[in-house]
């Protein structure tokens, strides 16, 4: 049998604010399927679906990744799968020894010790006593807390709770290991080291189902991904295929949240009068060759024309144009009085181009905002924050998140080549 488990048809529901119960779930969702009603299809007041008819069958020994923003419906299937919880409407087969890490607590008892929740996890598991006897010292080791295994785990942290948990889950010699986010609580060296297990363990034959926001995680370790959004599947495919997909739902997200706060922000800013005696009147964004767009690759030039109009003569008006990433992060500023002249005046209509050359900016969206203040700079005159740009750098470059990617030059020396020749060898990103 080559599945290790599939999913067929899987329907799942929840009401908000009520606290997630597996027996209560599980009792009248075990009669609606064996009455064969369709009374689950009816959504009550304050119900909706998590999970909405997806099905998929994973291979033995494929190692996957699930993806997709928070409340897409990742961590549902995941309990789904670990049984936490069952199905409203369809079925899920599974075969094979099955360990799970979906929640940093599961299966542990504050009031034990570590050494004790080891067994008792360990047992929850599927594990026999003398199995774990076996494996205890290789779990401690792992886990890095040995100082600390006679402690009770309640005065534990977060990172302890998640080290332990996992090296638990990754000793039980599982068919299927389940993964979720929670490797993202242990610090970055426990990350390497359990990403190294998980090698491991795909070199032994496990399959493995993860759960992450970490993308070079899941780039690294999953030749398959999946892309949940919704609770529906929007792409399953090689990480490769998925991977750009998943980056249109982010940047689109980030866009929203940028119109957002153009929206929440419009109409806030600053004035040193009651009437403005300049406006705004255009931003346009062009590359190298003149064209005008809002989206731009790696290694195109950015110029802006920022047309005003100045119902009175403005002294030395300073003009102030800031990229700002989604978060807010400020990634450049340019402005007119930082190492040039200050413009002597502006009255009438007019046009300012700026020059930003190529900023090599990490793939995202950013937000334009230009204003013009006074020689002082104490009061902005106007503000302007609608123009939206995206950067693609291409390929995967949404796992890193770089403010941006400068021109660079490797060199490399073989000191000790097969011939008595030494090589050197030059690689040059100039991104042009």
């Not at 119900?47 to 897409?72: C, H, Q, R, T, Y």
């Not at 779990?139 to 040995?146: C, E, L």
């Not at 013009?372 to 609608?386: F, G, S």
Request: contains cysteine; charged residues 25%.
């Amino acid at each position: 049998m080559n599945d290790s488990m599939k999913f067929e048809g899987i329907w799942k529901k929840f009401r908000r604010g009520e606290k997630f119960n597996s027996l209560r779930d599980a009792i009248p969702a075990f009669f609606k399927n064996a009455l064969n009603t369709k009374a689950e299809e009816i959504l009550a007041d304050q119900e909706f679906w998590a999970v909405k008819d997806v099905s998929f069958s994973i291979k033995k020994g494929e190692v996957v990744g699930i993806m997709g923003l928070n409340g897409a419906g990742k961590s549902t299937i995941l309990k789904l799968l670990s049984r936490i919880m069952f199905p409203t409407r369809g079925r899920i087969t599974i075969h094979g020894r099955l360990s799970a890490l979906i929640e940093v607590t599961a299966g542990f008892h504050p009031d034990l010790t570590g050494r004790e929740n080891v067994y008792l996890n360990g047992a929850i598991l599927g594990m026999k006593r003398k199995e774990i006897d076996a494996k205890f010292d290789q779990i401690v080791d792992f886990s890095g807390i040995a100082e600390f295994i006679d402690t009770p785990v309640k005065r534990y942290s977060s990172g302890m709770y998640s080290r332990l948990g996992f090296s638990v889950a990754a000793h039980v010699d599982p068919e299927i290991l389940l993964v979720d986010e929670v490797l993202s609580v242990g610090d970055i060296s426990f990350q390497a080291r359990c990403a190294e297990k998980m090698r491991d363990l795909l070199k032994s034959g496990v399959t493995i189902i993860l759960v992450s926001h970490n993308l070079a995680l899941i780039q690294s370790l999953c030749q398959r991904a999946i892309l949940v959004d919704h609770g529906q599947v929007l792409r399953d495919g090689t990480t490769i295929e998925v991977l750009p997909h998943y980056e249109n739902i982010v940047l689109k997200m980030r866009e929203d949240m940028i119109h957002r706060r153009i929206e929440d922000t419009s109409g806030r800013g600053i004035k040193a009068k009651v009437h403005n005696p300049v406006m705004i009147t255009g931003v346009g964004l062009f590359d190298q060759l003149g064209q005008s767009k809002n989206r731009f690759q790696l290694g195109d030039e950015l110029h802006l024309a920022i047309h005003y109009r100045a119902i009175e003569r403005i002294e030395s008006p300073i003009f102030s144009v800031e990229i700002i990433r989604a978060d807010g992060v400020v990634c450049c500023l340019a402005r007119t009085d930082v190492n040039n002249p200050l413009l002597p005046y502006i009255q009438g209509e007019g046009r300012i181009k700026l020059d930003f050359g190529v900023l090599n900016l990490g793939a995202g969206i950013y937000q334009v905002k230009v204003v013009i203040y006074d020689q002082v700079t104490m009061h902005p005159y106007v503000t302007r924050a609608e123009e939206i740009v995206r950067f693609d750098a291409g390929g995967n470059t949404i796992v890193y998140q770089p403010i941006f990617y400068p021109p660079s030059r490797w060199e490399i020396r073989h000191l000790n080549p097969p011939s008595r020749e030494k090589v050197k060898t030059v690689y040059e990103n100039d991104f042009q």
